[in-house]
């Protein structure tokens, strides 16, 4: 079965700048997460979708972050303009029904110069 | 926010020896999971406690849940090189799907 995938694998761009991040779940996966992981830090939910609405984006910066799943399937996430502190790796994860385990992508690590 | 708080930051030892990792939270939870990384890598999942339960196996990982203190630990017996990794314990709340994860704790196992 193939896991998730994501690219690009590295991204280095100037601040204020932007991106996008795409993301390919598992096939069969509802429900799709972004998590944005600061070094030496646990990943922070950014996004929740479900097929191709959004479940929770309580902690997505909506001034600058942007993210869409459409067809419930795919999904990138944008950053428009980039911040010096949006360096860090930016995770997929999806998984098949509720209250059981994510599958994780490798991540995109992004620095921001 | 954080729920998940893991201790110790930092875990070093002898290969063979048993790393015990412990994970503390403060809301009610559906479940609660750990996850490995390694170094610049993605987050695999190890193992998945459910709320009504208080031990759990797999293979060499041995997880503990104790509701009423509202911690966890991850025992991984006989340790190897290759287990060195951070560790994540996640928790699921009862009030929503989202997974919070902890800040983790640096394994190193010496060969």
């Known amino acids: 079965e193939a896991g998730v995938a994501q690219s690009p694998r590295y991204k280095i761009i100037e601040k204020r700048q932007s991106v996008a991040f795409w993301c390919n779940p598992i096939?069969?996966?509802?429900?799709l997460y972004w998590y944005q992981q600061i070094l030496g830090q646990g990943p922070k939910l950014l996004i929740q979708?479900?097929?191709?609405?959004?479940?929770?984006d309580s902690q997505l910066p909506k001034d600058r972050f942007s993210a869409e799943r459409l067809k419930g399937v795919d999904s990138t996430l944008k950053i428009q303009p980039a911040k010096l502190e949006d360096s860090a790796v930016y995770l997929c994860?999806?998984?098949?029904?509720?209250?059981?385990?994510?599958?994780f992508g490798p991540g995109t690590r992004l620095t921001v110069l | 926010s954080q729920q998940g708080e893991e201790d110790p930051q930092a875990l070093s030892i002898q290969e063979g020896e048993n790393a015990t990792m412990n994970c503390s939270y403060k809301?009610?939870?559906?479940?609660l999971q750990w996850y490995r990384q390694n170094s610049g890598r993605g987050l695999v999942h190890l193992i998945l406690?459910?709320?009504?339960?208080r031990e759990k196996h797999s293979g060499r990982l041995r997880v503990t849940l104790d509701t009423s203190k509202k911690s966890s630990s991850l025992l991984i017996t006989a340790s190897r090189a290759a287990d060195t990794a951070s560790y994540f314990c996640?928790?699921?709340?009862?009030?929503?799907?989202?997974?919070?994860f902890g800040e983790g704790t640096q394994l190193t196992v010496n060969p």
């Open positions: 994860a999806s998984r098949e029904g509720a209250y059981n385990e994510q599958f």
């Open positions: 096939s069969g996966h509802a429900t």
């Open positions: 979708f479900q097929n191709n609405g959004v479940v929770d």
């Open positions: 809301t009610s939870i559906n479940n």
């Open positions: 406690i459910r709320s009504n339960e």
């Open positions: 996640a928790t699921e709340e009862t009030s929503g799907s989202r997974l919070t």
